[in-house]
């Protein structure tokens, strides 16, 4: 029996099974960053001298407002000032994800608490419709509290970086968000926010057309819903 050959075998063995075990956590500790934190926006980090874009979540972005009935609310603004608030002067943890974004994109936690969800959980941040899905359930969640954003008028923030204001399509100062449309052959119809020809309709006030802040205002001026 040629024992100098099993042992070759075993030892090369150890090793394989030793990479196997080291090789993760070092490469772990190669993509984490950890420290205070430095709020630049909703969703943008700086931790240890390194930006850091918060990963799977769209966060308001600072000049952004929203509309609630009450008027206009500095909703990027707030995004801000809530992360600050969540986060105080405790450091986070924030671990690099692979991808081909231009920004360095994390998943960051503090005290274990992920601040992607949190940002979503309260209506600061959305899920974008052609990104990662693993914050959908925090999304529905601010939906269905109607937390942050959920309860105004507001467009996404990444329609908002492509131009899009809020005031392009909803020139009510009270934040009334129901569009009340009279067509060429002058039938009243309203239109609600979440419906799919909402957006193509422009209200001409000085054609008589109007908001309406709910649609029972509009029922009871005699409009008929879409």
Avoid at 153 to 177: F, H, N, T
Avoid at 197 to 212: G, K
Wanted: proline residues 5%; aromatic residues 8%; contains cysteine.
């Amino acid at each position: 029996m040629d024992f100098s050959a099993d042992m070759r075998s075993v030892w090369s063995a150890a090793i394989f099974c030793a990479a196997l075990v080291v090789s993760p956590p070092a490469l772990a500790d190669l993509r984490q960053v950890s420290g205070p934190a430095l709020i630049l926006e909703g969703d943008l980090l700086e931790v240890r001298g390194e930006t850091l874009r918060l990963w799977g979540v769209d966060a308001l972005e600072p000049g952004q407002n929203c509309y609630r009935r009450t008027g206009v609310w500095a909703c990027g603004a707030a995004a801000v000032a809530h992360l600050e608030a969540f986060i105080g002067t405790s450091e986070v943890r924030c671990l690099i994800q692979d991808g081909s974004s231009d920004e360095v994109q994390a998943k960051c936690s503090m005290k274990g608490l992920d601040l992607s969800a949190e940002l979503a959980n309260h209506g600061f941040a959305l899920v974008p419709p052609d990104g990662p899905q693993d914050y959908i359930l925090n999304h529905h969640d601010g939906r269905t509290h109607q937390a942050g954003l959920w309860g105004t008028v507001y467009v996404p923030p990444w329609e908002w970086r492509q131009g899009r204001r809020v005031l392009e399509w909803i020139m009510d100062a009270k934040g009334c968000s129901i569009k009340g449309d009279i067509s060429e052959d002058g039938n009243r119809t309203y239109y609600l926010p979440n419906q799919p020809a909402y957006d193509a309709v422009r209200i001409q006030t000085e054609h008589n057309e109007r908001w309406f802040c709910s649609a029972e205002d509009a029922d009871a001026a005699g409009w008929l819903a879409r």
